[in-house]
């Protein structure tokens, strides 16, 4: 689907949803209930972010970091998840600008342009849940032992996981994450996409 049909079409979503969301979210719900924003964000998420983690830049990225690190054992993942949090902390980003150099990167930064402030970060995984491309510097490489891979890749689901929202506290942003796997052409999944969502956006 192009892009200006799908933001069309979520354009009726959001006029549905606009008025009645943030009571949802602040609303009493029974027990065990799933909380409002979860089913906006699902239907954003599959109607207009799904479609752009199919694109081939990125199945093509995802696919070429697998061939290349195929037998990457856990102990070399978590140094390398260590050597980028180690980077971040010191402002060195060596990993990060590697990362944002690539032109999965930059296409996810396309797309996160795009959203006019909907998506806040957009990153894909390989399928041990180490970052291929990423829109903005993330806070680690590894995703493999988070909730966001977890929860999909690694328990084969098709579904969308969305986390718990939460309000930022530098831009004051109720905000969550979404994360599915990322098919290749043959349906056959290898690797994960994870958008952050700004809640107040939809």
Known sequence: MRLGRAMACWGKIRTAVAFGLIGCLTSNK???????YVGVVREYVETLVRP??????VVKAIQEQNAKLGDVSEMDMRVLDETYRAEVAQGDLQMAKTLMAKSVSQYLRTKQDDSQGTILEFFVTDCHG?????STVTTD??????????KTFAVASRDIY???????????LLETQASFVVTDEKGE????ATVTIAIDAL
Do not use: C
């Open 30 to 36: 029974p027990a065990g209930a799933e909380p409002a």
């Open 52 to 57: 752009m983690a199919e694109a081939p830049v």
């Open 130 to 134: 180490l970052n291929v491309g990423q």
């Open 141 to 150: 490489y590894w995703q493999g032992d988070e909730d966001k891979f977890l």
């Open 162 to 172: 969305i986390g718990g929202a939460e309000r930022d506290e530098s831009t004051q």
């Open 189 to 192: 999944p290898i690797g994960t």
